[in-house]
T-cell receptor
Framework: GAVVSQHPSWVICKSGTSVKIECRSL??????MFWYRQFPKQSLMLMAT?????????EQGVEKDKFLINHASLTLSTLTVTSAHPEDSSFYIC????????????????FGPGTRLTVL | EDQVTQSPEALRLQEGESSSLNCSYT??????LFWYRQDPGKGPEFLFT???AGEEKEKERLKATLTKKESFLHITAPKPEDSATYLC??????????????FGKGTHLIIQP
């Protein structure tokens, strides 16, 4: 099956610092990647959709200047949490959709293992 | 607004005791309904995609079904290794091309030996 990796798997940082999380599709090309956030005992909430070579599309209520997304290639998207604060502590999960699927046909999203961010 | 409601929130079964998990959804237009399994501290693992009412899919001890309002994940003779949180998500028809998923909160399943 399709494999998606994330790095780092966990990170602890001080309030006010910036943190970068990488999402890579290892054995397929992903035109589109998605970033989700999951708080304890809550569902995954879509933050933004990342398209290769273009600007990300953010969901309502997600600050685009705080959560910077770059999708520089078909296998890599990065999420940078700028000036992180304790309320940004969460489990960040990316997913990737296989570019090889037929147009108009839903392609399964394959999820990474997640990154646990703790802001002190 | 798309909504996904899963029930029960938690379910404890004895090994071998079959049961069903429910996923009710409201969506402007359904492109697909997805079931995932999530273990603690891990990302979701894909199980099934269902596209239209009446569709069924099976994988080992799991069987997913879909109607116009809900989906069921049936688990037959479960084993302790089936313990996990099972997530349901929908993908809505969207002219803008945004294909993110809307997730339910999940059902936390525990299978006791």
């Amino acid at each position: 099956g399709a494999v998606v990796s994330q790095h780092p798997s966990w990170v602890i940082c001080k309030s006010g610092t910036s943190v970068k999380i990488e999402c890579r599709s290892l054995d397929f090309q992903a035109t589109t990647m998605f970033w989700y956030r999951q708080f304890p005992k809550q569902s995954l909430m879509l933050m933004a959709t990342s398209n290769e070579g273009s600007k990300a599309t953010y969901e309502q209520g997600v600050e685009k200047d705080k959560f910077l997304i770059n999708h520089a290639s078909l296998t890599l998207s990065t999420l940078t949490v700028t000036s992180a604060h304790p309320e940004d502590s969460s489990f960040y999960i990316c997913s990737a959709r296989d570019r090889g699927g037929k147009r108009g046909v839903i392609n399964e999203q394959f999820f990474g293992p997640g990154t646990r961010l703790t802001v002190l | 607004e798309d909504q996904v409601t899963q029930s029960p929130e938690a379910l404890r079964l004895q090994e071998g005791e079959s049961s069903s998990l429910n996923c009710s959804y409201t969506v402007s237009g359904l492109r697909g309904l997805f079931w995932y399994r999530q273990d603690p501290g891990k990302g979701p693992e894909f199980l099934f995609t269902l596209y239209s009412a009446g569709e069924e899919k099976e994988k080992e001890r799991l069987k997913a079904t879909l109607t116009k309002k809900e989906s069921f994940l049936h688990i037959t003779a479960p084993k302790p290794e089936d313990s996990a949180t099972y997530l349901c998500a929908v993908q809505a028809v969207s002219g803008g091309g945004a294909d993110g998923l809307t997730f339910g909160k999940g059902t936390h399943l525990i299978i006791q030996p």
